[in-house]
Nanobody, 121 residues
Framework: QVQLVESGGGLVQAGGSLRLSCVAS????????MGWYRQAPGKERELVAS???????NYADSVKGRFTISRDSAKNTMYLQMNSLKPEDTASYYC???????????????WGKGTRVTVST
């Protein structure tokens, strides 16, 4: 059974930092692209940052220069280093992965259950 499990969320003051982690597990999975999304109350889910299997990254304009996405492919783990946090970064952060359950299966999208980030003024 494929699972994506996020950790690292919490309460932090504006200007502070947090590091989110996401571990993908489940048999012989082969992970392609991964990404972080967030959803604030009353708003749609939005892409924060993504990273390909080759390490190419993409960021939302609102987090460029403050957030850094990375991954350890050997551990099927992805990270999001969040610096200079602002109150508007407050949201639930979700891990996304496009992966194959086995070498001969088709790629599918999976989501974690989310981790809450709250930035206080």
């Amino acid at each position: 059974q494929v699972q994506l499990v996020e950790s690292g969320g919490g309460l932090v003051q504006a200007g502070g930092s947090l590091r989110l982690s996401c571990v993908a597990s489940g048999g012989s999975i082969i992970v392609n692209a991964m990404g972080w999304y967030r959803q604030a109350p009353g708003k749609e889910r939005e892409l924060v940052a993504s990273i390909t299997s080759g390490g190419s990254t993409n960021y939302a304009d609102s987090v460029k220069g403050r957030f850094t996405i990375s991954r350890d492919s050997a551990k099927n783990t992805m990270y999001l280093q969040m610096n200079s946090l602002k109150p508007e970064d407050t949201a639930s952060y979700y891990c996304h992965a496009n992966l194959r359950k086995a070498w001969n299966s088709r790629p599918m999208d999976y989501w974690g259950k989310g981790t809450r980030v709250t930035v206080s003024t």
